[in-house]
């Protein structure tokens, strides 16, 4: 059962432009929201994350927005950058939810120059 | 580089057999997590050890097992391979072990293909 639904699957943005990428969780029991990025060959990174305590959270061009009672959070990357074309994974934790990272499906961000 | 080292980068075997992964963590992390992650079913929890002892277990499939020795390097066993196991295998270390206050530091991963 997947517990964490990620959308899209796949995105292109022109440089500079906004991308977003979209998650929505189903347990509860989740109280860590983290994102993570991955470029082709290495392992995912962590890039930036959040708690369901504050509804935004902003560290240079990235944004995660989260919304508790709609059980969703998404990753905005402003001014996107042709360096910023990799796998972006939302995941969930909560210790009552398993003690686990669960990730979302991935998203292929491509930033056109 | 994160600071966590697995080996070997690669490794093809064949079905039925069994292959060891290998894991170091940064230095002065407890914690070490095993992660599949293969296309069809992304990136999934296998299971974490916390300074030797198994601390979280996911859907890891009985012909898998792990351990974490006193050295805090971590081994992954896969046994009675098949094709499906075909997949990168990541390791992940953090400092406690609990992953929401602790960040998880990913390995490059092994890419196992199974023939």
């Known amino acids: 059962q997947q517990q964490v639904k990620q959308s899209p699957q796949s995105l292109i943005v022109q440089k500079g432009g906004i991308s977003i990428i979209n998650c929505a969780y189903e347990n509860t029991a989740f109280d860590y929201f983290p994102w993570y990025q991955q470029f082709p060959g290495k392992g995912p990174a962590l890039l930036i994350a959040?708690?369901?305590?504050?509804s935004e959270k902003k560290e240079g061009r990235f944004t995660i927005s989260f919304n508790k009672s709609a059980k969703q959070f998404s990753l905005h990357i402003m001014d996107s950058q042709p360096g910023d074309s990799a796998t972006y994974f939302c995941a969930a934790w909560g210790y009552n939810a398993g003690n686990m990272l669960t990730f979302g499906g991935g998203t292929r961000l491509m930033v056109k120059p | 580089d994160s600071g966590v080292t697995q080996t070997p980068k690669h490794l093809i075997t064949a079905t039925g057999q069994r292959v060891t992964l290998r894991c170091s963590p940064r230095s002065g992390d407890l914690s070490v997590y095993w992660y599949q992650q293969s296309l069809d079913q992304g990136l999934q929890f296998l299971i974490q050890y916390y300074n030797g002892e198994e601390r979280a277990k996911g859907n890891i499939l009985e012909r898998f097992s792990a351990q974490q020795f006193p050295d805090l390097h971590s081994e992954l066993n896969l046994s009675s391979l098949e094709l499906g196991d075909s997949a990168l295998y990541f390791c992940?270390?953090?400092?406690?072990?609990?992953?929401?206050?602790?960040?998880?530091?990913f390995g490059p991963g092994t890419r196992l293909t199974v023939l």
């Open positions: 992940a270390s953090s400092v406690g072990p609990q992953s929401s206050y602790n960040e998880q530091f």
């Open positions: 959040i708690r369901p305590d504050v």
